[in-house]
C-alpha cells in the first residue's frame, strides 16, 4: 500500500513539473511571440471601448485617432480610424476588435491607452478631472516625404525606406502594396472578415510590411558590405590591391565562372571596381583578400544574421551563409550580394546609414515621443547606437567611393545639384527568361563637406532586364526624389 502511494504521489509530483514547466515556458520563453501575433487580441479587447491617444506624422498630420461610435445601440462606444488610410497603414498598422493590431498600434498600445507605469502615476492627479488620461504618439515618419515615395513607386511592387543616418529617424516607410487600416478596423465584423479575407488572399500580401518584414537578394548592394569588411580588415584600401581586368572570376573547386554584366571585362582598385559594380573583382576580393571567418564575422557587424532593433513588431534578421568555410564558389556568389544571401530593405537602408554617419549605424526607429493629454512630454525617443562596422576613416574612404559611383558609375541618375549624393546599385537576376530582376539602389546626400543627413534604399521588385543598369534606370530616380523630399523637409534645399 505504501508502494503505491509512493508512486501515486511520484506521479502527481511529476505532472505538477511538468505543468509548471509548461506554464513558465508560456509566460517566459514564448511571451513576446505570443504578444507579437498579429491574431492576439487579448489587449484589444480590453483596450477596445476604453479612450485611445492619436497617432500622427512628424509634420504634424493625424494619422489615427478614435472617434465617438454615432451608433448608440452598439456594444462599441468608439471608432478607431485612419485618416490616410493606405498611405500610412503599414506603419500605424490596425487596431481590430476582431482581428487585434499590428504595427504602431501593437508596439505602443499601452502608450495609447494610457496604461503605462508612468501615465498611471501621472494620472493620479486627474481624478477629479473630467479629461482622458491617454498619450498621443508622435512620429518620425513624415507625411511629405512618404507621399513622394509613393508616387515615385506607382504600381509597382518594391519597397522604400529612408531615414536620419545620424539619429536612426525613420522619414518614410512606404511599400507596395499596402493597405487601408479602416477596412480591418471597422467594428462590423461581416466587413471586417470580407477584408480581411480579401487582403490575406492579394498577390503581393498587403498586410505585410514588405520594407522590414520581408527579405530579397540584395545583389550588388552588397558589395558595399564586402567593401567595408575589406577596409576594416586592413587588406583593402583605396590604392590596393589592384583585382586584374578581366570578364570573370573561376573560385577553387569549381570550374564555373562569375561572370560580370554583358560578359565586360573590369578590374582594378576599390573605387574604379564599386563605381563599375565589377562581380569578378569583388567576387575575388571576399574569397581571396578577406576569406570565409573574417567575411561571416564581419557581415554580423553589419547586422547580418540578427533582427534589425527597430521598434515595431516581426522584423526579419538579414542572412549570409555561415558555410562557406569550405565552399569558395560559394563564398565568391556570396560575397557579391547573390547565392543564399538576403537582406531587408531596412537593413540596406542601414548600411548606407553606416557609411554616412562615420561609421556607426544608429538604432532605426519610428517614435519621436508621447504627450499626454495636457500636451506634456511624456516619453521621447533617445537616438542609441546599434552597430559599428567600420571605423570613421574606412567609412570616409567608403563614402567617397559611392560618391564616385553618383559621380560617374552606375548611379548616375541619383545625383542632386548642390548635394554630395553617393549610392550603390544592384540588379538581382531572377533567372527568367525573357530576363527580369529585383532591381535595387542604396545611397546618401547631405551638403557638401558635411555628413549625409540622409540615407535611403529602394527595392523595385519584378522588374525586366537583367544587367547593372537596369537598377540605375528604374530604382535611382526614386531614390533621388526621395532624398530630395527629404533634404526639403530638413530645409536643406
Known amino acids: ?81 485612419y485618416p490616410e488610410g493606405e498611405l500610412f497603414g503599414q506603419v500605424t498598422g490596425y487596431f481590430s476588435f476582431t482581428f487585434g493590431s499590428s504595427a504602431v498600434e501593437r508596439e505602443y498600445n499601452d502608450e495609447l491607452a494610457g496604461t503605462t507605469f508612468d501615465q498611471q502615476v501621472r494620472g493620479f492627479s486627474d481624478l477629479f478631472v473630467a479629461r482622458e488620461n491617454v498619450g498621443d504618439v508622435l512620429l518620425t515618419v513624415r507625411r511629405d516625404v512618404q507621399q513622394v515615395a509613393r508616387e515615385q513607386l506607382g504600381d509597382r511592387s518594391g519597397s522604400v525606406v529612408a531615414l536620419d543616418p545620424r539619429s536612426g529617424d525613420i522619414l518614410a516607410f512606404w511599400s507596395s502594396p499596402s493597405f487601408d487600416p479602416n477596412e480591418i478596423s471597422t467594428i462590423d465584423s461581416k466587413a471586417a472578415n470580407e477584408n480581411w479575407k480579401r487582403l490575406t488572399t492579394t498577390p503581393g500580401n498587403p498586410l505585410r510590411a514588405h520594407q522590414f518584414q520581408d527579405r530579397y537578394f540584395p545583389g550588388s548592394t552588397f558589395k558595399v558590405v564586402t567593401a567595408g569588411i575589406g577596409l576594416q580588415s586592413g587588406r583593402v584600401t583605396d590604392v590596393d590591391p589592384s583585382y586584374p581586368v578581366s570578364t570573370g572570376y573561376i573560385a577553387k573547386n569549381t570550374t564555373l565562372p562569375i561572370r560580370n554584366f554583358g560578359g565586360e571585362a573590369c578590374g582594378g582598385t576599390l573605387p574604379e571596381i564599386l563605381r563599375t559594380s565589377c562581380n569578378s573583382a569583388f567576387a575575388e576580393m571576399g574569397t581571396e583578400t578577406i576569406g570565409p571567418d573574417d567575411m561571416v564575422s564581419g557581415v554580423a557587424r553589419w547586422g547580418f544574421n540578427s533582427s534589425p532593433p527597430i521598434d515595431l513588431p516581426g522584423a526579419v534578421r538579414s542572412v549570409f551563409p555561415t558555410d562557406v568555410g569550405n565552399n569558395p564558389a560559394k563564398l565568391a556568389q556570396s560575397s557579391i550580394g547573390q547565392n543564399d544571401v538576403q537582406a531587408s530593405p531596412l537593413q540596406m537602408a542601414l548600411v548606407a546609414a553606416g557609411v554616412a554617419n562615420g561609421g556607426t549605424i544608429m538604432k532605426p526607429h519610428v517614435l519621436n515621443e508621447v504627450r499626454n493629454a495636457q500636451g506634456a512630454v511624456v516619453k521621447s525617443y533617445t537616438p542609441t547606437p546599434w552597430l559599428r562596422p567600420l571605423a570613421a576613416g574606412f567609412a570616409d574612404e567608403l563614402r567617397q567611393d559611392m560618391i564616385g559611383v553618383v559621380t560617374s558609375g552606375t548611379a548616375t541618375a541619383m545625383a542632386i545639384p548642390g548635394f554630395e549624393v553617393g549610392g550603390k546599385t544592384g540588379t538581382a537576376q531572377l533567372g527568367t527568361e525573357p530576363p527580369r530582376s529585383h532591381t535595387w539602389i542604396i545611397g546618401f546626400a547631405g551638403p557638401p563637406g558635411q555628413p549625409p543627413t540622409v540615407a535611403v534604399a529602394v527595392v523595385v521588385l519584378d522588374q525586366s532586364g537583367a544587367s547593372e543598369a537596369t537598377g540605375g534606370r528604374v530604382a535611382a530616380p526614386i531614390a533621388r526624389a526621395v532624398l530630395l523630399a527629404a533634404l526639403q523637409a530638413q530645409g536643406l534645399a
Do not use: C, H
Not at 513539473?17 to 509566460?27: D, M, S
Not at 489587449?43 to 461610435?69: C, E, K, M, Y
Not at 454615432?70 to 456594444?75: A, G, L
Open 1 to 81: 500500500m505504501n508502494r503505491n502511494i509512493r508512486r501515486l504521489g511520484a506521479v502527481i509530483i511529476g505532472l505538477y513539473l511538468v505543468l509548471f514547466v509548461k506554464l513558465n515556458w508560456i509566460q517566459v520563453v514564448q511571451k513576446e511571440s505570443l504578444d507579437n501575433n498579429p491574431l492576439n487580441t487579448a489587449q484589444v479587447r480590453r483596450d477596445f471601448n476604453r479612450p485611445r491617444g492619436t497617432i500622427s506624422s512628424a509634420d504634424g498630420v493625424l494619422l489615427a485617432q478614435s472617434i465617438a461610435n454615432p451608433d448608440r445601440s452598439s456594444e462599441f462606444t468608439r471608432l478607431r480610424v
